[in-house]
């Protein structure tokens, strides 16, 4: 079962800190909200209707124009972050290798999201949605992220992203960005999930862990290979021209979900689980798509 010592916290605060690198002098306009009031940065004026409040007058410009204008400025609203880890079968398969890289992964990003004050949430789901850990903020409730991520989750099953991802849209009226972190191996694919949550103003980040014994299997002989998923079974004999169309079509699947997610302006990663997860967490937030 994975755990969180106080060596990963420092190396969590240690990627925080690079993160706010990362991101001075961004405009991160797609966190701001228009409204009347003292707030973060002036934005525009518009004409003083009668009952505006009398504070945010520009008394200058009525100097020099005779005119009543009203400052308006932008606001900061608090973003929701919701990470959503696949815990099927197949994320879970080899010893959770995948699973625990996707939680350490989560657990990384959760807390530069809450350290930068944004609300924060994290979801189980496989072929539904299942432990949802609440909403929560500040740098001082990474505790309770930690301790739902050292949970062992929902039992392992298939994945479905049309059932999961619409019980996660339904429970969910506050829009925000919805990470998800899988494999993707759903027969009946992740489009229609995922479209359904852009439809509803959701913004998607999709995170695909894969073991390299995946991609690049190096077996050869007669074996009967089971489907982690469904629990299937084939009797296959491997050779080299059978391995060398698998290799193909893997990824022939891996960049269809790329070439999905540039279609849709979606962010998209693909990673390994020998890369070092602080690796992938700069390598994301240097991508941009990952706003925190």
Known sequence: MITFDSAFLKKLEYLYLVSKKIFRGQVRSERKTRSIGASVEFADYR?????????????????????????????????HIYFLIDVSRSMQWDGSIKL????????????????????????????QLHEQMGTTRGKAQIRKVFK??????????????????????????????????????????????????????????????????????????????????????????VNEQLLARYRTTFQAFCDQLDEFATDRQIGYLRTFTEVPFDELVLKILRQGKFVA
């Open 148 to 237: 739902f991520l050292e949970k062992e989750g929902a039992p392992p099953a298939e994945t479905n992203f049309r059932v999961s991802l619409k019980n996660f849209v339904h429970q969910n009226k506050r829009r925000g960005l919805a990470v998800v972190l899988s494999d993707f191996f759903d027969p009946q694919g992740c489009q229609e999930g995922v479209r359904y949550l852009q439809y509803h103003k959701f913004e998607v980040y999709l995170l695909q862990v894969l073991n390299r014994s995946e991609a690049e299997p190096d077996f050869l002989g007669d074996f009967r290979l089971m489907d982690v998923e469904s629990g299937r079974g084939r009797e296959v004999t």
């Open 100 to 127: 625990d890289y996707a939680k350490r992964t989560a657990a990384a990003l959760a807390y530069i999201g809450l350290a930068n004050l944004d609300r924060v949430d994290l979801f189980y789901f496989s072929g």
């Open 47 to 79: 004409n003083y209707i009668h009952g505006d409040d009398l504070r945010y007058i520009d008394w200058n410009a009525y100097g020099r124009m005779n005119r009543l204008f009203i400052k308006l400025f932008e606001e900061e609203e608090d973003l």
